[in-house]
Every structure is written in C-alpha cells, then in structure tokens.
C-alpha cells in the first residue's frame, strides 16, 4: 500500500516547530497552496525534498525511489544550464497558456450568448 504523501508531510509539520505561516515564508508558498500540498496523495518529490529541507526531515526514508527522481545539488551545479533556453522555454509556455486562456474566455462567451434549452 502507498503511503499518502500529502498526510505524510502533514504529520512532519505538525511534529515540528515550524508554523504553517513560517513554512509559507520560508519557502514562498502561499498558505492555500501548503493546503492543497497536504492534500495530495502522489505530492511530487521535488516538493516534498524542499518541504524536508525547512523541516528537517528525510522524506527519502519513507520513499526510497525518491532519490532516483532527484537531481542532487551536485548535480545542478555540473549542468550547464543557458539562460537564454530558459527564458524561451518560459516565454513558449506563457505564450501557450495565454491563447488557451483566450479560446477558454472565447468559449465561455459563446456559452453566455447560446444558453442551452433546458
């Protein structure tokens, strides 16, 4: 059986003496976003690894292929990462997500014009 990782991460907050609000700050999450965190069974590691590091806790001992699925600091420091690539790749994402906001605002505004006949 999985172990819910939300719940996990939940359980070590609270064992700790760091708040929620703390946390929030440290790690510049918002409040509703560490609650939507606890709530998630399949939370991804890269969170978990970055809640383990405020909190102090290991959470690769309770998932052992966490390790497998992270970059260690080590390594981040060995890739050669380009500014530039970054900066389209960002650019690319946020270009996509703007025109499917439009065709969502489009949709949503045929909607209101054709309501259904129910």
């Known amino acids: 059986m999985e172990i819910h990782r ?3 991460l939940k359980s070590i907050i609270h064992k700790s003496n ?6 929030s700050k ?3 999450y918002s409040i509703d976003a560490i609650h939507h965190h606890i709530e998630m069974e399949t939370l991804d590691f890269k969170l978990l690894s970055a809640y383990g590091d405020v ?5 690769s001992i309770d998932f052992p ?6 970059v260690t600091q ?20 946020k270009l996509k997500y703007i025109q499917l906001l439009e065709k969502h605002n489009e949709l949503l ?4 014009n054709f309501p259904s006949s129910n």
């Open 6 to 8: 939300g719940k996990l």
């Open 18 to 23: 760091i708040s929620i609000f703390e946390l």
């Open 26 to 28: 440290t790690l510049e």
């Open 55 to 59: 909190l102090n806790y290991d959470f």
């Open 65 to 70: 292929e966490m390790a497998a699925n992270l």
């Open 74 to 93: 080590e390594e981040m420091e060995t890739e050669d990462f380009n500014y530039d690539e970054l900066i389209k790749d960002r650019d690319h994402w």
């Open 109 to 112: 505004i045929r909607r209101l």
